[in-house]
């Protein structure tokens, strides 16, 4: 069963893994050195990741020509989206909606500290599984 533990474990395990990317990289690289690091952390502590995932946009019941795409989908459950800015803009929260993920990680690399610098973000779906 999934639980709010279970998915708050996963995301302290993407966090991990960010951290120690930003670690080894430092801040002031393109946003697509940081993701196919990432990807390769994250796939070395045995989670499965998907990469740039198409999402469809579907308005008034209709499936439109266009769609998203998120950075990463990290088990099915998390989306984490990456920037390498000096503001961010949290566009996360509309793909998180969208595609009905219980939850999300924006993470900027293009700082002194990752953590500091990481918004987590839960939809309504996250709210209504059990806690443990």
């Known amino acids: 069963m999934i639980t709010q533990k ?17 670690k ?14 990432l990807i390769q952390e994250l796939k070395d502590t045995g989670l499965r990741v998907e990469s740039q995932v198409r999402l469809p946009i579907v308005y008034k ?3 439109l020509d266009k769609h998203l795409r998120m950075d990463i989908v990290v088990e099915d459950l998390i989306v984490v989206e990456l920037k390498a800015v000096e503001t961010m803009i949290p566009l996360c929260q509309s793909h998180l909606r969208l595609s009905q993920k219980p939850k999300g990680l924006l993470i900027n690399f293009n700082c002194a500290n990752i953590v500091e610098n990481m918004t987590p973000l839960v939809t309504e779906l996250f709210a209504k599984l059990p806690v443990e």
């Open 6 to 22: 279970y998915i708050n474990s996963i995301a302290y395990k993407i966090v991990g893994c960010a951290i120690e990317v930003h």
């Open 24 to 37: 080894q990289l430092g801040p002031g690289l393109l946003e697509s050195v940081y993701e196919v690091c």
């Open 61 to 63: 019941g209709r499936t």
